[in-house]
Each structure stands twice: as C-alpha cells, then as structure tokens.
C-alpha cells in the first residue's frame, strides 16, 4: 500500500451595497463588506464585531503571536498578490477574496460558499480524530487582505472530509467601519458559488495556503512560498471504483494543480467561470498525484447540512429563524457510523 499524505500534516511538534447579493454582479475584490441598517433601530448583527486593534477571544498568546505575524505578511502583499490575481481574470479575483487560510502554525485552507459567512473546508482541517475536532471547534482564519474572523466548526464529517464552520467573530479594521459603525450592520461575504455541472477534466486554479516548513528537506528550514499561492491545473478524473463520497483515505478527485503541505481544504475552481468544482485534501507520493473532494460530495454535504439561503439578505439577518439566532448544533458525522 503506498503512503498517502495529507496536505497538512506537515507539523508533528466599506463601500454600499444592494440588499439582494448576486454573485453575476458582486464585483467587488474585498472579501467583507457591511450592508447598511435599513432603519434607526436595526437588528444587531449577530456576529461579534471587534475593532482593530483587539485582543481576540479563544486563541492562547502563542497562536496570537503567530497570527500577528502572517496578518501583517498579508497585509504588506495584498496589492501585489490582488494585481498577479487580476492576471488570471475576475473570477480568479473572486476567487481569492473568497478564500481564508488559518491562522495556525499548521496552515490550511477555507472557502466561504454562502454570503452569510459559511466556511467550508476539509474535516482534518479541525481534527483527525472527533476527539481533535471536538477539542478544537473554533479557529482564527485570515483573508488575502489580513482580515481576522474566527468560524466554529459546526458540522464534521470525517468520511467525506468535509467540515461546514459559521464566522462568529470579526476583526474589522478602521477603513470599513462606515460613519454609524459596523455594529449596526449586517457582514456580507465574498462567496463562490457551486458549478452548475460536474466535471472531472476541466481546467482550474488552485487558491490555497503552503506549509512554512520545507519537509523535502533534510535538515530543518522554512519554505520561501507565498502565504496563498494560486496555481493551475486540470482534472484528472476519479479514482476508479471508489465511492465518491468515502474520501476518508484519499480524495476520490484527482487534479494536477500545484500544492503544498497546508493546502487542504483549498478551492478547485473551474477557470471559465470561477465555480466550485472542488476541495484539495491530499497527495499520494507513490504517483505525484493531487487528491480532493469532488462536486458531488460537497453537493450532497451542503444540501444535507446548510441552511437554506435567503435571496435578501436582510431578511436573513432579521428572521427569527436564523441559524445565528439559535443555539449551535453540533453534528458529528464519522467514518465508523
């Protein structure tokens, strides 16, 4: 049996917007912006909303250290990594201002699918193990531009590996807080839509977050990379025989994109369109073969685990059926169920 390595196993130590999003006209390239308060006495919003800069909650004072860190890389390369983005066309923009790379030493890598701030990413991405994830619900992510949110991790799926987490803390920093505060305000997220169709040979590109350690090396040292690298690529079909939704081992989705260890949970996007064909989740060193989880799989995770989306979004933010509103359910899908 070859090894077959995840990618992040690599440690063992302000502008206005309209009330109804579309993604067909969304053409901004920030990953957050605030839809204004439609009365003087609005809804709160129901995330957390802290300015820079703040002490965040739920992160020990050596993550922090960390997470400082790579915010301020983020924030001296945003230009420069947005203009090599606009290289490759608009809905590589959208691309990235989609995409979050954790905050940890580990790396990894999320994807926001829903303007409500719904991260997806892969289930080892929070824990190989249920005890790992239920130890380690919450994370610090971070955007291209350095924005802080910190997601809960509410589903969990280890035999797709996948994880479905909500952003309940942002960091908002001075120029996007708007003359009557954020506070008031309703966040509203870059997002990539799911394709519309499912394909196993398209083009793609590859949004995603490289370890800081070189493990082809064999004395210690640091990568040069890049905090998110964007790469190209092709699918190259399915693992034959195996069920595309058992991609506990392996990704049953192979790809040729370049990846490093940390760019799990990185978005395969379709290159004509920018669409979610894809999340890259490992490699199997006996073939140099990219390995993730297909369409298929994600389809049938978010129809069983997402709430249903709300064209308005204000309406979203003010019902009282919202999932924010309510208490977290927690739900544990494992491989041995």
Known sequence: ?????????????????????NYDHQESDQPLR?????????????SLILHTPSRLPGITSADIQILRTKQRRLQRSA????????????RAVRGLASTL????????????IDPRGWMLTCAHCFGETMQ????????WLLCYTGLAVQVECLVWDARRDLALAKVICIEVPEELRSSRGPVSATPVFAYIPL?????????IICIGQPGADDL???????????????????????????????????????HDAWTYWGHSGAPLLRRVDGSLLGLHSSWDDSTA???????????????????????????????????????????????SD
């Open 1 to 21: 049996m070859p090894r077959r390595l995840r990618s992040n196993r690599n440690l063992e130590d302000p502008p206005n917007i309209e009330a109804k999003v």
């Open 34 to 46: 605030f839809l204004p308060p439609r009365s003087p006495t609005p809804t709160p919003t129901p």
């Open 79 to 90: 230009t420069l990594t947005l203009q090599a983005t606009r290289e490759l066309g608009p």
């Open 101 to 112: 790379i954790f905050a940890q030493h580990e790396a990894g890598t999320a994807v926001c």
């Open 132 to 139: 790992e994830w239920r130890a380690h619900r919450r994370k």
């Open 195 to 203: 394709s519309t169709s499912q394909s196993t040979t398209a083009p």
């Open 216 to 254: 082809e090396s064999a004395a210690p040292r640091k990568t040069a990379y890049d905090l998110i690298e964007i790469s190209q690529g092709r699918l190259c079909g399915m693992i034959p025989d195996v069920d595309p939704q058992d991609n506990s081992e392996i990704g049953s989705l192979k």
């Open 289 to 335: 073969m990219r390995h993730g989880v297909p369409l298929v799989a994600i389809k049938a995770f978010l129809n069983e685990h997402l709430p249903q989306a709300e064209d308005d979004l204000r309406a979203s933010a003010e019902s009282p059926c919202n999932l924010e509103n309510k208490e977290p359910e927690f739900i544990v899908i494992d491989s």
